[in-house]
C-alpha cells in the first residue's frame, strides 16, 4: 500500500486593517499588498474572503514579476488631526 504524502505550503503573516464604515459595512486592505480590497457585512466575512484572496493575489503578482511590498511587522495607529 502506497501512502500519499501532502506538502502544505509555508505560511506567510500579513498585518491587516479592518474598518467599519458608518452604514456597518467591513473593509479589509493589506498594507504589504497595495491594492488589496476585501469587502464584506461582518469582519468575519472580510477576514474569510482575505484567507481565499490574499493567495489568489499573490499568485497574480508572481506571473506579473512582482513581489509584495512587505509584509513584515507593521504599526496601525488612530490619529486625531483638527479637520
Do not use: N, W
Not at 464604515?21 to 474572503?49: F, M, N, R
Amino acid at each position: 500500500m502506497t501512502r500519499r504524502v501532502r506538502y502544505k505550503e509555508p505560511m506567510k503573516r500579513f498585518t491587516v486593517v479592518i474598518e467599519q464604515d458608518p452604514s456597518g459595512k467591513h473593509t479589509l486592505t493589506v498594507p504589504a499588498l497595495p491594492g488589496y480590497v476585501a469587502c464584506g457585512d461582518t469582519e468575519e466575512d472580510v477576514i474569510e474572503l482575505a484567507r481565499e484572496g490574499i493567495p489568489f493575489h499573490l499568485s497574480c503578482l508572481a506571473e506579473e514579476g512582482h513581489a509584495p511590498t512587505g509584509g513584515g511587522d507593521a504599526r496601525v495607529l488612530s490619529l486625531e488631526i483638527a479637520a
